[in-house]
């Protein structure tokens, strides 16, 4: 049973970084979709990132265009979220997760529910 790790959460300022880390323990992300989602109470599991690995495409919200990154890791099991300029609206538990499904139409990767594993999740707070 593979278990999906973050790190690298924390408390930054806005206009800080941080870089997120996701590995599975006991799998791999070779062959799935890789992704992250955030979640703040009292609202729904919102998408940031994807990254499709058989194809290396990139998905992301219109809100961290041009400021988070996602990638993989030279290990096989890990990749990251690098979140750059943040924003107190940032402020969220990050999840990672893993899908094994392919879609051609990159917007079926914004839907949770398509995601097999997921982490416990990492905070991160943004002070304003």
């Known amino acids: 049973q593979v278990r999906l790790v973050e790190s690298g959460g924390g408390l930054v300022q806005a206009g800080g970084s941080l870089k997120l880390s996701c590995v599975a323990e006991g799998g791999t992300f070779s062959g799935w979709t890789m992704a992250w989602f955030r979640q703040v109470p009292g609202k729904e599991r919102e998408f940031v990132s994807c990254?499709?690995?058989?194809?290396?495409?990139?998905y992301y919200a219109d809100s961290v265009k041009g400021r988070f990154t996602i990638s993989r890791g030279n290990a096989e099991n890990t990749h990251y979220l690098q979140m750059n300029n943040l924003k107190f609206e940032d402020t969220a538990l990050y999840y990672c997760?893993?899908?094994?499904?392919?879609?051609?139409?990159?917007?079926?990767?914004?839907?949770?529910?398509?995601?097999?594993?997921w982490g416990q999740g990492t905070q991160v707070t943004v002070s304003s």
């Open positions: 997760a893993r899908s094994i499904r392919y879609f051609t139409n990159g917007t079926y990767y914004y839907m949770p529910t398509i995601y097999d594993d």
């Open positions: 990254i499709v690995w058989s194809r290396s495409r990139t």
